[in-house]
């Protein structure tokens, strides 16, 4: 079983930054692939970023060289900073457990709410 906690959202804007955490208990961490995913009210959960155990990232398009993802498994937590953040980027981020390079794993966090003014 896998527990995945998020922190670091709330009110931005536009322009600044934000870096949500996500620590996780209860699993190998080191060697489970971590994600963030996000999802705006009326829109489906959407791919923000993912990691695998090795450092390997992939990015949504939408993010490409504003986020960047980020693991420390001593401490066993994934990080999403978050630059030159749009209002377009408002939603509620969930991180992601397990899976692969290209797939999420099947466990969720609770979720946290970004939101970016304008």
């Known amino acids: 079983q896998v527990q995945l906690v998020e922190s670091g959202g709330g009110l931005v804007q536009a322009g600044g930054s934000l870096r949500l955490s996500c620590a996780a208990s209860?699993?190998?961490?080191?060697?489970?692939?971590m994600g963030w995913y996000r999802q705006a009210p009326g829109k489906e959960r959407e791919l923000v970023a993912r990691i695998t155990s090795g450092g390997s990232t992939r990015y949504a398009d939408s993010v490409k060289g504003r986020f960047t993802i980020s693991r420390d498994n001593a401490k066993k937590t994934v990080y999403l900073q978050m630059n030159s953040v749009r209002p377009e980027d408002t939603a509620v981020y969930y991180c992601?457990?397990?899976?692969?390079?290209?797939?999420?794993?099947?466990?969720w966090g609770q979720g946290t709410q970004v939101t970016v003014s304008s």
């Open positions: 209860g699993s190998i961490f080191s060697i489970n692939a």
């Open positions: 992601n457990s397990g899976g692969s390079y290209y797939s999420a794993g099947s466990y």
